[in-house]
């Protein structure tokens, strides 16, 4: 049980991570086609 635990919060915390830098990714393409528009 103990072990099935500390499995769930692993696969938890690299979801999370994952999410983490999904988020930061659209963040970045965001960020570029505001610039691009700007520049236009």
């Known amino acids: 049980m103990g072990n099935s635990l500390h ?21 970045m393409v965001a960020g570029a086609a505001l610039a691009w528009y700007v520049v236009q």
């Not at 499995?7 to 963040?27: C, D, E, M, P, W």
């Open 7 to 27: 499995n769930k919060i692993y696969l938890g915390r690299r979801l999370s991570i994952k999410h983490v830098q999904l988020a930061l990714f659209f963040t």
